[in-house]
């Protein structure tokens, strides 16, 4: 009868009860926005009177924290947010993963990029083929109708390259200015190794439903 | 006295003479591209009279063809945009790159992925380590500060996602709809072989300059 003063916050339907391993910022982030979007969210901490958990928590409002195992045994969806060389001991820590909804959102990167399965390019391959040329990688992460037509109505596509030679990655990316892109820099070339991948994502997502007329870009603030 | 009716199209003073290896749609792209920003273009080929050659001419207007090392000989930039298996045989019959600039539009795209370089992904090592787990690659190509505040104001930050769960994926995507994201089905947990690589990329652009406030997005038409 006299509930006017209560804030009503509104169940979410599709409540999920979430476990995040990991109470640093990544976890953090998640933790926070999971629960402003009313998921149940409990952190699964090694110490979880910590004061950096406690801290969390604190910020968070509404999210318990506790064992890694207990928080994953009452969720149905953990994610891990620790760092790649925390990985397997939390996920040992877990205890019986079958079933879960395990979100993965770790990166295996070490010292010198990704410690996991990417040891060359076919750009430090081309530069191998052609000695003594200033090897840029660019033009490989859209398809050729973004190139025909880099015209989006809503914002610039980005042209990323790479490449040894500082003059040469300007040159490249005034002709790439020149078909309309936003050149975006993206270092040596070793960098190739991160933007092979990006077009094979892009033939992915154009060949299973997304269609030829997408383009990347960023957004900044 | 009488020119009034010529057009008169002013020279660009940024002019570079571009040879371009490979007649196919990247070549062309670029090629109409170039020749609209006023650079010299020369498309190289291997018989410079085909069909195919004569017929990307005619589309562009303003370019020649000539043979391949012709092409680069009197090129200050060559653009490689021929398919993975003729970059090699186009490199050679290039002749002398020594100082050239190259722009690498290749990619070594294989059968099943890239066919250099990129064997596995901390996400199928992570499915490995939590057997029975439905495991889905998530929130791992953006920094903490964006999945904190999706908010950009020039559209959505998109959070990339893959696993071999499509349920599993469906509420991986809610949850990122969730935090203001677009969520972007990669597909299988493989393509974690390219999200990966989209996570150093954006750390090492963080790093070299970018800052940390930006993110991914897609751009349709």
Chains 1, 2 share one sequence.
Do not use: Y
Not at 95 to 108: F, Q, R, S, V, W
Not at 181 to 201: I, K, Q, S, W, Y
Request: aromatic share 6%.
């Amino acid at each position: 009868m006299f509930s006017a003063k209560r804030a009503v916050v509104p169940p979410n339907p599709l409540q999920k009860r979430i476990a995040i391993i990991g109470a640093g910022r990544v976890g953090g982030a998640l933790a926070g926005g999971w629960v402003k979007a009313r998921h149940s969210v409990t952190l699964g901490a090694r110490d979880p009177h910590s004061d950096k958990v406690k801290a969390l928590l604190h910020t968070l409002g509404a999210a318990l924290a506790t064992t890694i195992p207990k928080a994953v045994a009452q969720s149905e969806v953990v994610a891990l947010a620790t760092p790649w060389d925390g990985a397997r001991t939390a996920i040992e820590a877990a205890g019986d993963l079958a079933g879960k909804l395990l979100i993965d959102c770790t990166n295996p990167v070490g010292a010198g990029g990704l410690a996991l399965g990417h040891t060359t390019s076919g750009a430090e391959q081309v530069a191998q083929w052609a000695p003594g040329a200033r090897v840029v990688k660019a033009f490989n992460t859209i398809g050729f109708e973004v190139m025909a037509d880099t015209h989006f109505a809503n914002g610039k596509p980005a042209l990323f390259l790479c490449g040894d030679d500082g003059e040469a990655r300007q040159a490249v990316a005034g002709l790439a200015a020149d078909l309309g892109f936003e050149p975006v820099d993206c270092g040596p070339l070793r960098m190739a190794r991160c933007l092979e991948p990006m077009a094979v994502l892009w033939i992915s997502l154009a060949r299973t439903g997304m269609g030829r007329q997408f383009a990347w870009a960023l957004l900044r603030r």
